[in-house]
């Protein structure tokens, strides 16, 4: 099946700066790349999908860039506020059977 | 309310025992999934259901069983209860168009489950 690999597993950073989080995957039919955030003691939730078909999606502070040549997707989130603190997945098909990194736990200090 | 809602939320058992985790969804999607949380693993898939008279196995269906009784239920099961079957356990719909899935998950709050 498909192996995707999420860096870092941690992550902590001070309020108002970037956080990139990359996954790397295994296989070149892949062409759905979703992002879930998890706060705590909720069950994940979806915050941004990419297509294949496309190499950058933005969402306000949030984005997703793609490189299917080397078969990574990161994902980018800037002016980092406390309520981003949460445990973030990538994910890649197939198609409704979703196949999820290990996670990054993203701390944000003030 | 929740659109997918699980019972229990948390709940010790000891080992051997019979364990069912149940989730019922508002949703009107017919696709539906189980998948269990250990921390540095990830979420992953025990059983996935695409209707109610269709049943999969996971990436990890081993001593886990479980029943689609209605479009809007999907219940896990756990026969004898082990302690390394201890972890968060999350139900997940998705709907589909023209017989494909859209993609997007929608979970639960989670079941944590602790065996003893």
């Known amino acids: 099946g498909e192996n995707v690999e999420q860096h870092p597993s941690t992550l902590s950073v001070q309020e108002g700066d970037s956080a990139v989080i990359k996954c790397t995957y295994s296989?070149?039919?892949?062409?759905?790349f979703p992002w879930y955030k998890q706060e705590l003691g909720k069950g994940p939730q979806l915050i941004i999908d990419?297509?294949?078909?496309?190499g950058e999606k933005k969402d306000q502070r949030i984005a997703v860039t793609l490189n299917k040549t080397a078969k990574h997707f990161s994902l980018h989130i800037t002016e980092t506020q406390p309520e981003d603190s949460a445990v973030y997945f990538c994910?890649?098909?197939?198609?409704?059977?979703?196949?999820f990194g290990a996670g990054t736990q993203v701390v944000v200090t003030p | 309310d929740a659109d997918v809602t699980q019972t229990p939320r948390n709940r010790i058992t000891k080992t051997g025992k019979r364990i069912m985790l149940e989730c019922s969804q508002t949703?009107?999607?017919?696709?539906m999934y189980w998948y269990r949380q250990d921390p540095g693993l990830g979420l992953r898939l025990i059983y996935y259901?695409?209707?109610?008279?269709?049943?999969n196995k996971g990436e990890i269906s081993d001593g886990y069983s479980v029943s689609r009784q209605a479009q809007a239920k999907f219940s896990l099961s756990l026969e004898s209860a082990i302690p390394n079957q201890t972890a968060l356990y999350f139900c997940?719909?998705?709907?589909?168009?023209?017989?494909?899935?859209?993609?997007?998950?929608?979970f639960g709050e989670g079941s944590r489950l602790t065996v003893l």
């Open positions: 994910a890649v098909p197939p198609w409704g059977k979703l196949q």
């Open positions: 949703k009107g999607h017919d696709r």
């Open positions: 259901s695409f209707d109610v008279k269709d049943i």
């Open positions: 296989d070149s039919a892949s062409n759905y």
């Open positions: 990419i297509r294949s078909n496309v």
């Open positions: 997940a719909t998705s709907s589909t168009q023209q017989g494909f899935s859209t993609g997007e998950l929608f």
